[in-house]
């Protein structure tokens, strides 16, 4: 899913309709650091980290927040956009290998974006059933009892680098970074491959196993 441009056009809207001047991707980046900071926190719903990291956002460039606002970004993630290239490269890799999600949001929302994407996936984890959100490892340890699989036997691809590949390393798994912008990995971290998108993933697991 394409999350950023997803929560971009989201608070561009919501933005405008109050009137307000702020730097859109300032905001946007200001609500992700917000977002990460409180799922490292005691577990509660996702719904209540939207409503809570988008309040502290208004709060933090001054713009007027309302209950309406937190529950109108609740109702727009699963509409929110998938890559061109996510279903059929995911129908290449699910001819031979069992697709799985680790999934930071709740069970509900996860499954309107499950039927956006189109693909069938053999195994969905949820911080809601873990009780915990990555980058904990409690959802990376409850995906690996669901898929009674050793942590090297399984490659975990994520966009999120710092949601994913340290946790996901420190159990065993393999990990591959799907880094859309070319940006720069965090210091003394890395993952053990990287791909400019996924279409790149399945070209590089289909020649892997040829």
């Known amino acids: 899913m394409d999350w950023e441009a997803g929560i971009t056009s989201f608070l561009d809207q919501v933005l405008r309709e109050k009137g307000t001047t702020a730097n859109i991707p300032e905001v946007v980046r200001a609500r992700e650091d917000i977002d990460f900071e409180m799922v490292q926190g005691p577990y509660r719903p996702y719904k209540e980290i939207l409503r809570l990291s988008l309040?502290?956002?208004f709060n933090r460039f001054q713009v007027a927040y309302n209950d309406q606002d937190g529950e109108r970004l609740i109702q727009s993630v699963p509409t929110w956009p998938v890559f061109e290239e996510t279903r059929p490269a995911l129908d290449r890799?699910?001819?031979k290998y069992p697709l799985a999600i680790i999934s930071n949001i709740d069970k509900d929302i996860i499954e309107k974006t499950k039927a956006s994407i189109g693909v069938s996936f053999a195994v969905t984890v949820t911080a809601q059933e873990a009780g915990a959100y990555k980058p904990t490892l409690t959802p990376f340890q409850l995906a690996l009892k669901?898929?009674?699989?050793k942590a090297t036997n399984i490659l975990h691809v994520s966009s999120g680098f710092r949601y994913d590949v340290p946790p996901a390393r420190r159990l065993g798994?393999?990990?591959a970074w799907v880094n859309r912008k070319s940006e720069q990995a965090p210091s003394n971290q890395r993952?053990?491959?990287?791909?400019?998108?996924?279409?790149?993933?399945?070209d590089f697991v289909?020649?892997?196993t040829s």
């Open 146 to 149: 669901k898929l009674s699989l």
């Open 206 to 208: 289909e020649n892997s």
């Open 173 to 175: 798994f393999r990990t």
């Open 93 to 95: 890799l699910a001819r």
């Open 55 to 57: 309040k502290e956002t």
């Open 191 to 202: 993952a053990d491959h990287e791909f400019g998108d996924l279409t790149e993933l399945a």
